[in-house]
């Protein structure tokens, strides 16, 4: 089944405990990225990632790291994580190709940082 | 940056009842799309309409663009309470390019 999938789910940590956010895809798409949703402010873009090797930041960047070492994994990086950084997130993949414009999202990962 | 305001925030209809959701946003695109979200779920993706295009059809929906006004709509008919979710439009500048989206429209159908 095609799928993006994310891992954890659901996390509780402290102010400053680096957490990782995993996000893969078995659809063999090049483009991938990460989107936060807070209430009231719709999704936000914080990185993208056209293929291995190449990512750029999105609209809300600070504070977060990604790596594209593989085309189906796009990890997300919190070095030290702070409250505001409370939210849903979302990983979500696309193919490169013309026509091929849909994205595909994971399921969120709710991120509670004390 | 938000690209793509939809309107109204909220709509509270009876299931059988058209839902109209509109979207507009400020620069010139090469495709928007509409996405629904049960709640605190992932996204999942409606239509995608291109900027050569003025109205496409899936099913129950109806979405249409103008570009001029740089405005589309969403029209839901015949609603049921199983379309009670967000609604977002999201807009690509141009192929290859980032996704932006609206905040959203939380539609609640009512039995």
């Known amino acids: 089944e095609a799928q993006v999938t994310q891992n954890p789910r659901y996390l509780i940590t402290v102010t400053g405990k680096k957490l990782t956010v995993t996000c893969s895809q078995n659809m063999n798409h090049e483009y991938m990225s990460w989107y936060r949703q807070d209430p009231g402010l719709g999704l936000r873009q914080i990185y993208y990632?056209?293929?291995?090797?190449?990512?750029d930041k999105g609209d809300v960047p600070e504070g977060y790291k990604v790596s594209r070492k593989e085309k189906r994994n796009f990890p997300l990086i919190l070095e030290s994580p702070s409250p505001n950084q409370t939210s849903l997130y979302f990983c979500a993949s696309r193919s490169g190709g013309a026509g091929q414009e849909t994205q595909y999202f994971g399921p969120g990962t709710r991120l509670l940082v004390l | 940056s938000q690209q793509g305001e939809e309107d109204p925030q909220a709509l509270s209809i009876q299931e059988g009842e058209n839902a109209t959701m509109n979207c507009s946003y400020k620069t010139s695109i090469n495709n928007l799309q509409w996405y629904r979200q049960n709640s605190g779920r992932g996204l999942v993706h409606l239509i995608l309409i291109r900027s050569n295009e003025r109205e496409k059809h899936s099913g129950r929906l109806r979405v249409t663009l103008d570009t001029s006004k740089k405005s589309s709509s969403l029209l839901i008919t015949a609603s049921r309470a199983a379309d009670t979710a967000s609604y977002f439009c999201a807009t690509e500048i141009s192929g290859y390019s980032t996704l932006t989206f609206g905040k959203g429209t939380m539609l609640l159908v009512s039995p």
């Open positions: 990632s056209m293929n291995v090797e190449v990512t």
